[in-house]
């Protein structure tokens, strides 16, 4: 089993984008949303990121960003939601994670409580779904702000990396099992966009388990994780690449595994990780 803690940072597992209830959503654009509960991290980052969080009633257990949400009710983990709670509170919307909460959301939605569903797969769906959220909430002008800056990160991480030299990677999102992720995942396009060369990039599924063998036959450069004590296994092949030019590193899961507009300052240490490899070569 994947750890909770896990399942809550990775981008959505299950985030093919889905035809929303938009009539609902239209009916809390037109009256701005003012009691908002988020289901997912990612999206109680996003509302205060807006200038929203003031509107947000309720979150989930695994909302810790920025600190004001800690002392908001949680209503929510990643399986499962307290109804009762949700519906005591009388929020006007509710902004859930995907197809990930969409079975557990239904009932509200029969109820009559409007949902936004979040589920961005690429950068550019990020900006795309802040501008929604500002929508929702009354907060255009702060959510193009916010977009604005973001898409400018990104800009200036794409020049930057647009013509360094390829290291390959083995990206590590667990150890036990020892998972990856694909070329189409966050963290996938992340390590393409620093110049990297993820070797799980075709993967069929987004998230894959793998064995060490795949690995030790790929022989990567590098091998990145959120946590030194994740690499450790790694060391019982001294032969590998990565191992032997002392490169497992680690990453910042909080800011690349959250898709926020922190995203870019995760993408930025990823990039100099790998700009510790070209600097060994």
């Known amino acids: 089993m994947v750890k909770p803690k896990v399942l809550w940072l990775l981008p959505l597992w299950f985030a093919a984008l889905f035809a929303t ?3 609902r959503a239209d009916e ?9 509960i988020s289901l997912a991290p990612h999206i109680t980052e996003m509302l205060f990121a807006i200038g929203a969080g003031d509107r947000v009633i309720a979150t989930d257990d695994a909302s ?8 908001l009710p949680r209503v929510a983990n990643y399986r499962s939601l307290n109804m009762e709670r949700i519906l005591a509170l009388q929020p006007d919307l509710i902004v859930a994670w995907g197809t990930a909460q969409q079975q557990m959301v239904q009932p509200l939605e029969q109820l ?29 002008q702060e959510a193009s702000a916010v977009v604005a800056d973001y898409q400018r990160q990104l800009h200036q991480l794409e020049q930057d990396y ?16 020892l998972m990856s992720a694909n070329g ?6 992340a390590v ?6 993820n070797i799980m990039a075709d993967s069929p599924a987004p998230y894959p388990q793998v064995n060490a063998e795949q690995v030790l036959v790929q022989d990567p450069q590098l091998i990145l994780a959120d946590k030194k004590a994740e690499l450790q296994h790694w060391r019982q092949w001294p032969a590998l690449q990565a191992v ?12 690349l595994h959250r898709f926020t507009p922190r995203t870019p300052g995760g993408i930025r240490q990823l990039c100099r990780q790998l700009d510790k490899v070209r600097a060994a070569k």
């Open 64 to 71: 810790d960003y920025p600190e004001a949400v800690n002392t």
């Open 28 to 36: 809390a654009r037109a009256d701005e949303a003012r009691r908002i």
């Open 162 to 177: 647009r013509d360094a030299s390829p290291v390959t990677v083995f990206y590590q999102i667990a150890s036990t099992p």
């Open 21 to 23: 209830n938009q009539a």
């Open 184 to 189: 189409d995942t966050w963290m996938g396009q």
């Open 244 to 255: 032997a030019l002392g490169h497992l590193l680690t990453i910042d899961a909080e800011l």
């Open 192 to 197: 393409s966009l620093c110049g990297g060369v």
């Open 112 to 140: 009559g409580v409007a949902v936004f569903y979040s589920a961005p797969g690429t950068f550019a769906s990020l900006g795309d779904e802040l501008l929604q959220l500002g929508e929702l909430t009354g907060h255009r």
